[in-house]
Nanobody, 115 residues
Framework: QVQLVESGGGLVQSGGSLRLSCAASISIPSIDVMGWYRQAPGKQRELVAS???????NYADSVEGRFTISRDNAKSTMYLQMNSLKPEDTAVYYC?????????WGQGTQVTVSS
């Protein structure tokens, strides 16, 4: 069983920044891939960024160059630094991982970007 707890969401003006955190209940070096997803009202959940155990990253085209995903293995925490935020980034952001043949999601954290 893995618990994922997100934090760091909030309300920010367009062009602003936020940093999301995802704390895992197990040692994350044992986890291969972790990622951030988001879901806006009326839309499907989409992958924002992912990071492998070795540090390889992957980003959605819509956030490339603005968002940075990272992981601190010592703290069992993953981060998403979001810069130059746009109103279209408004969504609930979820932490995700796949471990021991099971999928795990956090409870989500709301990010709202005002124009």
């Amino acid at each position: 069983q893995v618990q994922l707890v997100e934090s760091g969401g909030g309300l920010v003006q367009s062009g602003g920044s936020l940093r999301l955190s995802c704390a895992a209940s197990i040692s994350i070096p044992s986890i291969d891939v972790m990622g951030w997803y988001r879901q806006a009202p009326g839309k499907q959940r989409e992958l924002v960024a992912s990071i492998s155990r070795g540090g390889s990253t992957n980003y959605a085209d819509s956030v490339e160059g603005r968002f940075t995903i990272s992981r601190d293995n010592a703290k069992s925490t993953m981060y998403l630094q979001m810069n130059s935020l746009k109103p279209e980034d408004t969504a609930v952001y979820y932490c995700h991982t796949y471990y021991a043949l099971r999928t795990y999601w956090g409870q989500g954290t709301q990010v709202t970007v005002s124009s």
